[in-house]
């Protein structure tokens, strides 16, 4: 099996300034070409880190991919390093400098085309890879059957070099596997207790699958990743792996193979054909995210609301004065008029309401940090949940509650 | 100066399963009390993985902090590993396993108890952290000056243990220089161009500083780094920086000390005392949810709506059927007449609103994926703008958007 090493190049990643997203995305393209990932290694912008890097990387696996370190500044060594590490140097590239001046123009830039003369400079002995999103070519080496692919390191830049270019020469160049996986999404069973429900059908795994459990919330999803070089007979292997759990996990199931809890709910709506809409207080527009990161939501999604002051609960949601007076905002009433309020105003068969306190202070009517209600009206059915999460961080408790109120919408619309 | 290196242990982050968001937050912790992290590296959850990056993290580093692998099902294997590399055994301590007890009891989970028992097995050698927010402790070991702490992988779980027991710890038990940042925020000047222009200062930067360009979108932000044992020196230093820039980069300046857009809008909307309010229908909720998670957000952001289904921008905002069927909904119309709506649905200062498709499909109305028009109201001002981002995926495009409206708002409000 090939294996895959990734270089993130970049102070700013070191630092914690910016959060890397290139390695989830190049790690996932890489399993879907069944090329597996041994390391993941953030570096700094520095040459004797980059050198170390590359010689580690370069001997311990057969592709490896770098980003960042490749932009016009002094900040960025990337390049030079890379040229003198394989004994080679920097030429410029025509062709590169002519895609470079027409990416300029394109764009209205042709005045700086000067400035930017510099990025058609690579390796004399590399292979460029045109970079249709910006202005840092990828480049290619070789050396003894392994391969180093050097890219920039802007995520939408990186994306589209390694979907439409990497992904299909690397296909093309090696026969490789299959790495298949099935994820099955489990609620209601604590990571510890579900682990010795299944001992006995996990220790039964095949050599050539592997199971992993990833939490998130309440929910475990169960990852089955099977390898080998027969596509047909590895989806045959996965689905008789589920029959086989299936008892085991009797009504626990979300879903049989879904990651993503947003995507999983969209299976649910439109396979009933259910219409939906949001009211989100403390999630300020989270779920509403969620729900429209899937593409096609807008066949079941119809809006949402954030009446973030209380006031625009009352007056967009007919929220009653007196249940406020009565209860605060924070409270089973409030997110159940608020989840009606939204129901009527979109019309929609699903409204789901969130209220309560983000932190990190208490509201002003003096309710805990990390409690939150939520309401999810299904028709003429309604349920109230209450959470209290006071040691997760505004973001992170945004987050959770998010998670889980889709989550319980999918429990309630599959499991009861 | 103490370096720190961070083991990420997991195969989901290297099957691309699941977006590290740890190492951000442990390398922002270190940096605040003066430890360099110089390496993050992404391993298996798998024996002699582990080990050769303890190897190798221990030998280049002062603290070495890992993630991941502390579960009580069978794929997680870290701790054993550790006791191991380290000639050490398992024992169960007594103080954690009455702390994991408790745990669960507050938790009404009493009957996981038996299940977790395993988890209070430590190293011998170790000194236990309590983890209060789930049943994996955080374990530190010391060898020959050198420390590493072992913690669980739940973001939630890390950040308390990290910010409330590990930094602390570290900060006491070193004396550690500070690292300070400043983070200047430039607009409408190409990361190329910007570099051309300030090289003298940039040439100029004292060794204990160093300049980074961290580009997005159409922002750059430029980060200065100083390090030294005086604070109030370094303090002095930077904004003597500062100073030293101001005239090269005249109005072209969004910040002088942010990172986070949302939190430069939060500082302008506070001190110009203005309300906001948000229409969204290609960004679904976005804008909002980067509004609200500024803590204290509640005192401007009055509410939003995401009016996704095109009859609610009508019927909820009163965009006009004629305005639709003359430029169909993604048209700068519509986006004028939805901030217009918006404006006076949550009678605020300002109002944005956006229209434009996400893709990955032509919308309704045959518009192409990628373009976008959105709208900034400031009271009886306003501006139109139009984007085509063909190249960007679904997520990025989303996020891209959410900046950049936010951004040109910002700009409207400080630079125009």
């Given amino acids: 099996m090939k294996q895959a090493i990734l270089l993130i190049i970049g102070d700013e990643i070191l630092s914690g300034n910016v959060q890397d997203s290139n390695s989830c995305f190049i790690a996932s ?40 370190g490749l932009g016009p500044t002094k900040d960025d060594k990337t390049k030079k390093i890379v040229a003198s590490f394989f004994g080679d140097e920097l030429v410029s590239d025509s062709e590169t400098l002519a895609h470079l001046k027409n990416y300029l123009i394109k764009r209205n830039r042709a005045e700086l085309f000067e400035i930017n003369r510099s990025q058609a400079d690579v390796p004399s002995k590399c292979k460029v890879l045109q970079n249709h999103n910006g202005t840092a070519p990828c480049m290619m080496m070789e050396e003894q059957g392994r391969l180093l692919f050097v890219l920039p390191g802007v995520p939408y830049e990186v994306k589209p070099l390694v979907r439409d270019q990497i992904v299909p020469l690397l296909a093309e160049k090696w026969d490789l596997p299959y790495i298949m996986t099935k994820i099955i999404s489990v609620v209601d069973f604590p990571e510890s207790q579900l682990s010795e429900h299944i001992a006995s059908w996990e220790d039964a795994l095949p050599s050539n699958v592997s199971l992993a459990y990833l939490p998130t919330g309440n929910r475990v ?17 996965l689905s008789k792996l589920s029959e086989d759990l299936k008892p085991l996990v009797k009504g626990k199931i979300l879903s049989w193979n879904g990651d993503n809890i947003a995507e999983i709910l969209a299976e649910v709506l439109k396979e009933r054909k259910l219409s939906i809409a949001t009211a989100e207080s403390c999630t300020g527009g989270t779920i509403a995210k969620m729900i429209t990161s899937v593409s096609g939501s807008s066949a079941y999604f119809i809006g949402g609301i954030v009446p973030y002051d209380y006031h625009q609960k009352i007056k967009i949601l007919g929220v009653s004065e007196e249940s406020i007076r009565l209860h605060t905002v924070v409270s089973e009433a409030v997110a159940q008029e608020m989840s009606k309020g939204c129901q009527n105003m979109f019309d929609t068969d699903i409204a789901v309401a969130t209220t309560g306190v983000a932190g990190p202070n208490k509201d002003e009517f003096n309710n805990d940090v990390g409690i939150v209600y939520y309401s999810i009206r299904i028709k ?7 959470l209290h999460l006071p040691h997760l961080v505004r973001e992170d408790f945004v987050n959770f509650v998010s998670q889980r109120v889709i989550q319980d ?5 599959s499991l009861s």
């Fill in 29 to 68: 393209a890489m399993k879907g070409i069944g090329i597996e990932v041994k390391e993941i290694i953030a570096l700094a912008d520095e040459a004797s880190s980059i050198t170390r890097g590359l010689e580690y990387a370069l001997a311990n696996a057969d592709v490896v991919i770098s980003t960042g």
């Fill in 221 to 237: 999803r169960l990852k089955l990743t099977a390898k080998g070089s027969d596509k047909k007979a590895l989806e045959v292997q």
């Fill in 380 to 386: 003429d059915k309604e349920k109230t949940y209450k």
């Fill in 409 to 413: 919408l999918v429990v309630m619309l």
